[in-house]
């Protein structure tokens, strides 16, 4: 078939219907028969010409151009089809330069039977191309929002959803328990990424994602989708239990009561696509203690110790209130953990004192052993708060003196025994970290005792400059997170009472003191932050003026 005997408006035509059928731009349809027409034209010629179509967009009309490239004269010829060297330019061209092209029309092809397959291959190939940029465009500014759709199929546990101009994938481990859908049911998913890849835009969608329960209670209490209410945390169990906390903006508006709404309906709404999930409702409170009194209802509390630095919590409850606190296989207890992103230490009245009269007698013996003191003496000490030999030896005297049955003179006496025992255990230390190679500019550096000099040594910090490569959760210890579980990492010296912050400022002295680091520098650092975000802070305040 020769394109000049063809009606020359039937390319528009088809360009049109295939893209008012594929929804993507006819540009890009006539762009891909262009390209087409072209390499059957290269199969007509030869392979090694630049040839090259332009189909006009109002008439239609198809015009087959050879194209040759002006190369340097320092270039060899490679390809005489498609490049000329200056010298032979100049038959063309006036004053040809490297880089110039001469364009000639060439005679229309005869399609044969090879050559239009080949050409209708590429035009599928551009148009898949451009459907899927087409589906990717639409679907990733809708990360993060509920869709609907309809199931097509399922394969190997993963449900296939069609998503309109697309298709999404429900993975098995995102679907609620034991769900299963057949061909043609409708669905309601969280869109939780969109992801290019060369096969295509990828849709992955979640039942189990707790930002598909945040976007539920939107659908269904206007307070938050109005920014009235506002969900402040959720944690979920798929398909068995939820705890969701929710703070009102609006004194007026009880958070707890519109999210559950007249009689429960709601919540309901909200429980019945999740396939009866239970949910619990709790109002957010910036105090973390309280938080958690809520979080862990309807278990009673009766004491809670907030460790914040290990973000830890204790909770003491009733001894008839501990199986309701930790829930069926600890899910209420490993929810409320989720909800406000501390660990959380259960354990029942009794076990708390038994635990304190632990310490009580640990204390005890340590003052007895180490300042010769009788056991009325000593629990006399541990029963006014003081909790190791430091607190002793270095208290102003007066606070020791306020204990019944303690002069100044006792007082003194007690220091004196405290500050020999720490001299004679110091002194001890120092010379088993020196054995251990442990340099003078370790026990020089302020913050360091000798105890922890040996510490150090062992592990094998021995100078200045192994303490400066140290991290500071190396020193002071952390948390980390593994497979949703966090798993505490212990610090040389966390157990001396080292903090994350002072061990960070203790590094930094180490650094700055080695020349390491430029002090001036990171007060200019600092500053430099300092007054990006006043500017951004200000940037926001005057848009908020002007709203």
Excluded: H
């Excluded at 069609?162 to 769900?179: A, F, M």
């Excluded at 005890?364 to 003081?386: H, I, N, P």
């Excluded at 049955?405 to 025992?421: H, K, P």
């Amino acid at each position: 078939m020769a394109i000049t005997s063809a009606n020359q408006l039937e390319l528009l035509q088809t360009a049109e219907a295939v893209a008012r059928e594929k929804m993507i731009d006819p540009g890009l349809v006539v762009e891909a028969m262009e390209e087409s027409l072209a390499r059957a034209a290269k199969s007509r010629y030869g392979a090694e010409m630049d040839i090259r179509v332009e189909i006009d967009r109002k008439t239609g009309k198809a015009t087959f151009t050879r194209v040759r490239t002006v190369i340097d004269p320092e270039e060899e010829l490679e390809n005489y089809q498609a490049q000329m060297t200056p010298e032979q330019a100049k038959q063309y061209l006036d004053d040809p330069k490297p880089g110039d092209t001469f364009v000639e029309e060439v005679p229309p092809v005869e399609m044969g039977r090879i050559a239009a397959q080949s050409a209708k291959q590429v035009i599928l190939q551009k148009v898949r191309e451009a459907e899927r940029d087409r589906q990717y465009e639409e679907f990733k500014d809708r990360a993060g929002t509920i869709i609907n759709g309809v199931v097509k199929r399922e394969e190997y546990g993963n449900v296939i959803v069609d998503v309109g101009r697309g298709e999404g994938v429900l993975r098995r481990n995102e679907k609620i328990g034991r769900e299963s859908y057949r061909p043609g049911d409708r669905i309601r998913c969280y869109i939780k990424e969109v992801r290019r890849e060369v096969r295509g835009p990828q849709i992955f969608l979640s039942r189990t994602a707790v930002e598909f329960m945040s976007e539920l209670f939107k659908m269904e209490v206007p307070e938050i989708y109005d920014g009235i209410i506002e969900i402040k945390a959720v944690a979920r169990d798929p398909g068995s239990r939820a705890k969701i906390a929710v703070i009102s903006y609006e004194n007026s508006i009880d958070p707890v009561g519109a999210c559950v709404g007249m009689r429960g309906s709601r919540v309901q709404a909200v429980v019945n696509e999740l396939q009866g999930e239970k949910i619990d409702i709790i109002p957010w409170n910036e105090d973390a203690p309280t938080f958690l009194v809520n979080a862990l209802q309807p278990a009673e509390v009766s004491k809670v110790v907030l460790d914040e630095e290990a973000e830890r919590i204790e909770v003491v409850v009733p001894e008839e209130q501990l199986s309701l606190a930790i829930g069926r296989r600890g899910q209420n207890v490993r929810l409320a953990s989720q909800l406000t992103g501390l660990d959380i230490d259960i354990m029942t009245e009794e076990e708390e004192s038994a635990r304190r009269q632990a310490e009580f007698e640990t204390r005890t013996k340590l003052f007895m052993d180490t300042l010769d003191l009788d056991e009325f003496f000593a629990q006399l000490l541990v029963s006014e708060g003081f909790t190791n030999l430091e607190e002793v030896a270095y208290v102003e005297v007066d606070e020791l003196s306020v204990i019944d049955g303690v002069d100044s003179d006792t007082a003194s006496e007690l220091q004196a025994r405290a500050r020999d025992y720490l001299d004679a255990q110091n002194k001890l230390a120092e010379a088993r970290a020196r054995e251990l190679g442990a340099e003078d500019s370790l026990f020089a550096f302020e913050g360091l005792t000798p105890q922890m000099v040996e510490v150090l040594a062992g592990d094998g910090v021995k100078t200045m400059e192994d303490f400066a490569t140290c991290a500071d959760w190396e020193l002071a210890g952390g948390w980390t997170t593994v497979n949703g579980e966090r798993i505490k990492d212990d610090g040389l010296l966390e157990k001396f009472g080292v903090a994350l912050e002072e061990a960070q400022n203790m590094v930094m002295t180490a650094r700055v003191q080695l020349g390491w680091v430029d002090i001036a520098e990171l007060e200019a650092e600092a500053a430099a932050k300092r007054e990006a975000a006043e500017a951004e802070d200000g940037a926001a305040e005057t848009e908020e003026a002007g709203a």
